[in-house]
């Protein structure tokens, strides 16, 4: 979800750039919002063409670092959920091994194997992916009200 402000950062950076272009086509004097903007990353006294080349460089780092750090999020993600489905697949096992034969005799093998086989992958995911939706939805909710 924070990742969210890795893109906000980047477009508003991309607004910017298309004001000082903007700007400097048209030769019109920046405004003071830009200027105290500009003045944060030391470019208000700079020329244009100068000031969008590091402003470009800048917003290219913050979507690489967006891009980068969600490949990392993913990858640690998904090994987090592969060490979990595995430890709730043995669990499952161990438990249906150890039940009684009469119970097991009952249950349906077509079922049975399916529960052990996908049920904990399904579970596992779908638990997962529906919390991290609604989480970044909130989220997102949240900063366009901010």
């Known amino acids: 979800m924070s990742l969210?402000?890795?893109d906000i950062v980047g477009i508003?950076?991309?607004?910017?750039?298309?004001v000082l272009a903007s700007n400097s086509f048209t030769q019109t004097e920046s405004s003071q919002q830009l200027?105290?903007?500009l003045g944060l990353v030391?470019?208000?006294?700079?020329?244009?063409?100068?000031a969008i080349l590091i402003l470009a460089l800048?917003?290219?780092?913050?979507?690489?670092?967006?891009?980068?750090?969600?490949?990392?999020?993913s990858r640690q993600t998904f090994k987090f959920l592969a060490n979990q489905q595995s430890h709730i697949s043995s669990l499952l096992v161990s438990k249906v091994l150890n039940s009684?034969?009469?119970?097991?005799r009952k249950q349906e093998p077509h079922a049975l194997s399916?529960?052990?086989i996908l049920g904990v992958s399904?579970?596992?995911?779908?638990?997962?992916?529906?919390f991290m939706l609604l989480a970044s939805e909130v989220a997102l909710i949240f900063l366009f009200l901010f």
């Open 4 to 6: 969210g402000l890795f």
């Open 12 to 18: 508003a950076l991309a607004g910017v750039i298309g």
């Open 35 to 37: 200027d105290r903007l």
């Open 42 to 50: 030391s470019l208000e006294s700079r020329a244009p063409s100068y």
């Open 58 to 73: 800048i917003t290219l780092l913050f979507f690489l670092t967006k891009t980068l750090l969600a490949l990392y999020f």
């Open 100 to 104: 009684e034969y009469i119970w097991l």
């Open 114 to 116: 399916t529960s052990l």
């Open 122 to 130: 399904a579970a596992t995911t779908n638990t997962l992916g529906q």
